[in-house]
């Protein structure tokens, strides 16, 4: 007899019933890590008197046995990875190529402790950056996490309303979309169960929470400034690979405290190291030619990356709509979908187009310029046309 997968439960990865990716209730760090949380509230003015470096030499060892529950570690791994970032970028000309122990030992632990690649990632930067600007903490996450006048990030290059937008406008959408994990995991398992199932109302949740993601994006047209993203917050998120015009021709050296160092060349921080989209595309059949998203898998949590793995298994809802030809409902319903998660790709290329492109050849001025590459390297409009234009369904005729 033919073994089933087992239906991954999202619990058991991180990832929460209500939010998603997104962790219901960042927490503070205990009293005992003070030095770095100072340190980071301070960044943006540290960063202005170009003086976090001399800050972050000064700083004591602190040990991580202190960090109790997930939570402080999301938090240590968003501000050491914050701290890491400006330590190696304070000076745009003159970028350091060593990390000292201080803060380049205990990243080395919170990142071994995730599973990920030692550098400020997605997770970092939008998904574990967020917190609630009332005194009184976020009694309902989800609400909360629906308003940007709301949300306030922890960590900060420039302390601006800009870069707040830039990290947590791709938070708000996670955490919009959340409740399709559960809901498609449910109808494969009905579906696996053999049990009788409306699947053409999943497919219509499906289509309105996309149109909603969508609708999320005019917080971040609003809110950043493209000339400002590009000059002044994208250039605090590079990474140490494929950096050697940038001053980095042999990644970053992080130090440890016994004399012993590791040298790291990883991508920036980049959304398409996100682990939802990759689960929405399995589950909806939707595949991509480009191994690119495959690479950004070390740059995931451990856990995420083992519940896309978990998930992959499983056969898509595009598996069963194929399975049913003669119904035409469930046929348009599943094309209406597909057509909303393709909008929402054509509204991500329209950003890129207005936060990257434009301001790229608008510093150019005329002169000859190489296309800008995105955070995590890809050159980012035709590969995510490409994206786009594999969101596609044809329905059985
Ligand atoms: C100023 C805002 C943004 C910029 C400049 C930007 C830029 C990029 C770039 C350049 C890539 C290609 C990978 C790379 O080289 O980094 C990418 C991929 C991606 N971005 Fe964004 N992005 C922005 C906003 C968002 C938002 C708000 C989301 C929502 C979650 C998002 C989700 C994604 C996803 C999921 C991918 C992977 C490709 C895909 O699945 O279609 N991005 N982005």
């Given at each position: 007899m033919l073994t089933r997968p087992p239906l991954p439960n999202p619990e058991e990865y991180?990832?929460?019933?209500?939010t998603g990716f997104v962790p219901p209730n960042p927490t503070e760090l205990p009293a005992y890590y003070a030095p770095w949380c100072n340190l980071v509230s301070d960044l943006p003015s540290l960063l202005q008197s170009k003086t976090l470096r001399a800050k972050v030499d000064d700083l004591a060892s602190l040990q991580?046995?202190?960090?109790?529950?997930q939570e402080h570690w999301q938090r240590a791994y968003v501000i050491l990875g914050f701290l890491t970032q400006a330590y190696v970028w304070q000076e745009k000309e003159n970028p350091s190529a060593i990390v000292p122990a201080s803060i380049g030992e205990p990243f080395l632990k919170v990142c071994e402790h995730f599973g990920t690649a030692p550098v400020l990632s997605y997770a970092g930067g939008s998904l574990w950056n967020w917190t609630s600007v009332a005194p009184g903490g976020h009694a309902n996450p989800l609400e909360t996490l629906g308003n940007f006048q709301a949300l306030k990030s922890v960590?900060?290059?420039?302390?601006?309303r800009d870069e707040d937008a830039f990290n947590l406008v791709p938070t708000m959408i996670e955490a919009r979309g959340a409740r399709l994990v559960q809901l498609l995991l449910n109808a494969i398992r009905d579906s696996q169960n053999g049990e009788q199932q409306d699947l053409v109302s999943v497919l219509d949740i499906c289509a309105r929470t996309f149109s909603e993601m969508a609708g999320l994006l005019p917080n971040l047209h609003d809110n950043c400034d493209p000339m400002f993203f590009f000059s002044e917050i994208r250039r605090m998120l590079a990474?140490?690979?494929?950096a050697e015009l940038k001053g980095l021709p042999d990644g970053v050296t992080f130090q440890r405290s016994n004399g012993h160092h590791e040298v790291v060349r990883c991508v920036g921080a980049s959304?398409?190291?996100?682990?939802f989209f990759p689960f929405l595309d399995h589950l909806l059949g939707v595949r991509h030619e480009s191994k690119f998203l495959l690479e950004m898998r070390a740059y995931m949590p451990k856990k995420h990356r083992e519940f896309l793995e978990a998930v992959e298994l499983l056969p898509s809802l595009r598996d069963l709509v194929h399975d049913q030809p003669q119904d035409a409902a469930l046929q348009t319903a599943f094309q209406l979908a597909i057509d909303a998660f393709k909008h929402w790709r054509t509204k991500h290329v329209v950003v890129v187009s207005r936060y990257v492109s434009q301001p790229s050849k608008a510093q150019a001025n005329g002169k000859p310029m190489v296309e800008a590459k995105g955070t995590a390297g890809s050159l980012p409009i035709p590969f995510l046309k490409q994206y786009r234009d594999e969101t596609t369904f044809t329905p059985t005729p």
């Open positions: 991180d990832i929460d019933i209500e991580i046995d202190q960090l109790n529950l960590a900060s290059f420039t302390g601006t990474g140490s690979a494929g959304a398409g190291q996100s682990a």
